[in-house]
């Protein structure tokens, strides 16, 4: 993954909630530190199963949803969520407020025959602003990954 963090989450829309966040306290970070304007953050979001393997007491993840979630994450520019159609048309209203769509894509990523349906996203107005109000992770489930 080269310099890329991966997280998994049980519910996509949790992950979501927390890549806002990401990209809110990211933009804090830009603008207060000497060499900010200078570093970027791209997010993607995969949602699916994956295999969990505990190995020298560590956990990590495996499978095709991981691949994915990288791939889509490399789709992205800075400041961008990319998720896929169907994860953004799952989301509350309340949560999809927070995103501006950019672009809507099909395309195929490498290891995956079928392509992927993917909404290229930004923070709105609003969702940048907003001050920080509960912890993103207040969910259920489901197997989803974001990385930087």
């Known amino acids: 993954m080269g310099d890329a963090v991966m997280a998994a989450f049980l519910e996509p829309r949790v992950c979501v909630r927390a890549a806002v966040a990401c990209l809110r306290e990211f933009e804090t970070f830009r603008k207060t530190h000497r060499n900010g304007a200078d570093t970027g953050l791209k997010l993607g979001l995969y949602a699916g199963p994956c ?13 095709q949803t991981v691949n994915c979630a990288s791939r889509v994450q490399h789709l992205a520019d ?27 894509i099909e395309t195929t990523v490498k290891g995956v025959a079928q392509p992927l349906r993917l909404v290229k996203t930004r923070l709105t107005e609003a969702a940048s602003s907003t001050v920080r109000s509960k912890n993103p992770s207040d969910g259920e489930t489901k197997a989803a990954s974001i990385e930087r």
């Open 78 to 104: 800075s400041g961008e969520i990319v998720l896929e159609e169907d994860v953004f048309a799952d989301l509350p209203e309340s949560d999809k407020r927070m995103l501006a769509v950019v672009e809507r």
């Open 51 to 63: 295999y969990v393997v505990t190995a020298n007491e560590t956990i990590d993840y495996f499978g």
